[in-house]
């Protein structure tokens, strides 16, 4: 643990992490709460803004990862941040004009950016942290994530209310712009692969990959339950406040806060005890877990026991992302990293994006309970795939398991 704390490139990665992370919540809340009183409370114009957060990463992750496998990540990563504050410029001058359905641009521009970015952060990981720390880089990662699941809506609520849109707006303009100059002092690195093969041939050779990997298609199955289990929900979480609870909107803040907790600890206790522990098991127990959870909070009619229902299933979902986040550093080539990254989050996103865009229709038509209870059946049909995913508990051999079991599939 003390070697990744010296390793200057994990930790300004780390922390353009942890800005643009805090800059997404500010943005999330901020838009939330803003649609909210312009649409008074419309479940549809709320799902609509997880529509279009994802639509583009369904669209661009394909190309952005083939893409981050060929440029030079730290200039993509700087890039990225730099095209967020422009986009936000942007809409600070077109707001201030009173069109306020501008806001769904943010989200927009700064869903495709992130398509870009993320490889390319990954490949920095993967290049310069040695493969036995490379799970504890992963831990951090996901629990700096999710300390920002605490601070983020915290942040941007008062933000938002103390100081409205414009000051949410300016603020995520100086994060990106700080996370940008945090970038350039990454170490020098001129890598970048050279090919002779087409944008359109790399992808498919992602595909290919993929494709000829039994693990890597089960766990595309498992990413198409979660992503249509989470994608029906999501958009409903400030619901749970409003209708089951009978709380202010803004008391969203501390629902995120306890499922901030939870996966801060949940993410501590997996990277210590995750590389000892079956793999497959504690992904079952931990989809099954969570599937659980998610029923309780709907179920739950007092503030307190939805706060605990969700703080416990962050810990399932901390052991999940964990585990599969593990396995798709540490198993694959680096250069193919992008690509892989660019066919499997697809199938995520889309599956989400489904859910997410069905989310407002079914709640107005039946209840927020049956919308709750479809998710839940979704997500535990991921099981069966999970079941069949090839882990391996040593983790000093990252990609050579998975190109085997590649190979024999080809015989």
């Not at 000051?167 to 712009?177: D, G, H, K, T, V």
């Not at 089951?244 to 803040?253: D, H, N, V």
């Not at 959870?293 to 739950?300: I, Q």
């Amino acid at each position: 643990m003390n070697t990744l704390f010296r390793n200057k490139a994990f930790l300004i990665v780390t922390g353009s992490d942890l800005l643009q992370n805090l800059a997404i919540w500010i943005r999330n809340m901020a838009i939330l709460y803003y649609v909210m009183d312009r649409t008074q409370g419309s479940p549809i114009a709320v799902s609509l803004i997880t529509v279009l957060e994802y639509a583009p990463i369904f669209v661009f992750s394909i190309i952005g990862g083939a893409l981050a496998d060929r440029w030079n990540p730290k200039r993509t990563m700087i890039l990225g941040d730099i095209l967020s504050a422009l986009s936000i410029v942007m809409i600070i001058g077109v707001l201030s004009s009173g069109y306020w359905q501008i806001l769904y641009v943010a989200t927009f521009v700064s869903s495709i950016v992130s398509q870009f970015s993320q490889p390319s952060s990954l490949k920095i990981v993967r290049r310069n942290v040695k493969g036995e720390h490379l799970q504890s880089a992963i831990a951090i990662t996901q629990s700096g994530q999710s300390l920002f699941l605490i601070l983020g809506p915290i942040v941007g609520t008062f933000i938002y209310t103390a100081m409205g849109i414009q000051a949410s707006m300016y603020a995520l303009l100086i994060l990106f712009l700080i996370s940008a100059l945090l970038l350039t002092l990454l170490p020098k690195d001129a890598t970048q692969r050279e090919t002779n093969t087409s944008l359109l041939a790399d992808i498919k050779e992602g595909w290919q990959y993929v494709a000829r990997s039994r693990s890597l298609k089960m766990l595309s199955l498992v990413f198409i339950c979660i992503g249509l289990s989470a994608g029906l929900i999501s958009p409903l979480g400030i619901f749970l406040i409003t209708e089951r609870l009978g709380l202010e909107a803004t008391s969203l803040q501390f629902l995120s806060g306890a499922s901030g907790i939870g996966l801060l600890i949940g993410g501590g206790i997996a990277a210590a005890v995750s590389a000892k522990l079956n793999q497959t098991l504690t992904l079952l127990v931990g989809v099954l877990c969570l599937a659980v959870a998610t029923m309780g909070e709907v179920l739950s009619s007092w503030f307190w026991l939805t706060l605990l229902i969700s703080f416990l299933s962050s810990i399932s979902m901390a052991f999940i992302n964990v585990i599969i986040s593990t396995y798709l550093v540490t198993r694959i080539d680096e250069h193919l990293i992008g690509r892989v990254n660019g066919t499997i989050t697809p199938l995520f996103i889309g599956s989400m994006l489904l859910g997410s865009s069905m989310a407002g229709v079914l709640m107005n038509s039946t209840s927020i309970f049956i919308v709750y209870a479809i998710s839940v059946t979704v997500m535990i049909l991921g099981i069966v795939p999970a079941m069949r995913i090839q882990f391996r508990n040593d983790q000093t051999a990252p990609a050579n398991q998975l190109n085997s079991e590649i190979s024999s599939s080809q015989t």
